[in-house]
């Protein structure tokens, strides 16, 4: 991927969500901005390499293989990160081009998962049984 300026990434990005989009289930959400900082555009253009979006069904089931094997509850949207590093695995050309693929096998993904705490039980149970 090429390194864009803060005032490039602006330009293409005239209206776009950030965050997951928000779908019939209602279990998502997004944060919806007219156009990216230039600012920040600036200060993350060295790290940040792409986004993607996450289906609300792959959101619910890697929901439920985190609270079944870690018996952990976030919010659903934050298991979007969860997929971050599975679609990267897969980006074999990028890996490559960026260096990271030799880096590969030693690599750590952290998903910062926030919100569990928030939501209330009975949205918890309701999130569970989808």
């Known amino acids: 991927m ?4 803060a005032r490039e990434i602006s330009s293409r990005f005239r209206a776009m969500a ?8 209602g279990c998502s959400e ?8 230039g600012f920040v555009g600036e200060t993350v253009k060295e790290m940040v390499g792409g986004g993607f979006t996450v289906s609300d069904e792959r959101l619910f089931n890697d929901l439920h293989a ?3 094997t870690e018996r952990l509850f976030v919010e659903p949207s934050a298991c979007a990160g969860f997929a971050g590093a599975v679609e990267l695995s ?5 890996l490559e081009s960026s260096g990271l693929g030799a880096h590969w096998e030693n690599a750590a993904h952290i998903v910062w998962a926030t919100g569990g705490a928030l939501v209330p039980e009975g949205e918890c149970e309701n999130y569970l049984a989808n």
């Open 2 to 5: 090429n390194t864009a300026s």
């Open 18 to 25: 950030w965050g997951t989009v928000n779908s019939a289930s």
């Open 30 to 37: 997004e944060i919806a901005v007219s156009r990216p900082s």
């Open 66 to 68: 985190l609270h079944e």
């Open 90 to 94: 897969k980006m074999t050309d990028y």
